[in-house]
């Protein structure tokens, strides 16, 4: 069972994708440093230390200019550590570790589960279907309010969700 900090702030944003299976999305999820690919406001990520893939490595992450609190244009960087990967339930957890806009504590989580219907033959023995969630715990953003994070994630879910759909396997 997985243990999370408690924290003042929680949160989660979820996509379901009818045509899309779980292991379809968690094929472009999975890739840690690679986030660049699949989330559209990231325009950099590479990996600063560890082993690819493996807890303990560090990424770097940027974005171009996105919609920050009180809707100002906002070029923001982090560096992430990943804590957990799991294949089989197809999610992973990181913690950011050093960013240029007020985090102190944040544990993020990303993961792909089987579910949301559908139809359109979203792979083997047809169906398809799967729930994409980034939830979170953290503490309190400097400069933002809850809701303002949880509509820029949410934001950043649904271009997630439309690039998988895109680019699934």
């Known amino acids: 069972m997985e243990q999370k900090p408690k924290l003042e702030w929680e949160g989660k944003t979820t996509a379901t994708l009818t045509n899309t ?91 792909a589960e089987e579910g949301g219907g559908g139809g359109g033959g979203g792979g083997v023995g047809g169906g398809g279907g799967c729930v994409i969630e980034w939830s979170y715990v953290a503490d309190p953003i400097e400069g933002w309010k809850k809701e303002e994070f949880d509509g820029f994630l949410g934001r950043g879910m649904e271009a997630l969700a439309r690039r998988i759909e895109e680019f699934k396997g």
């Open 21 to 111: 299976t779980a292991d379809q999305a968690w094929s472009l999820m999975k890739n840690f440093t690679d986030v660049d690919k699949i989330l559209p406001a990231v325009h950099t990520c590479y990996k600063v230390e560890g082993v690819d893939g493996e807890p303990g490595c560090v990424r770097y992450v940027a974005t171009g200019k996105v919609t920050g609190p009180g809707k100002e244009e906002l070029f923001m960087w982090a560096k992430e550590r990943l804590i957990e990967t799991n294949p089989v339930n197809r999610f992973y957890r990181y913690e950011i570790v050093e960013s240029s806009v007020g985090f102190r504590r944040y544990f993020g989580r990303l993961g």
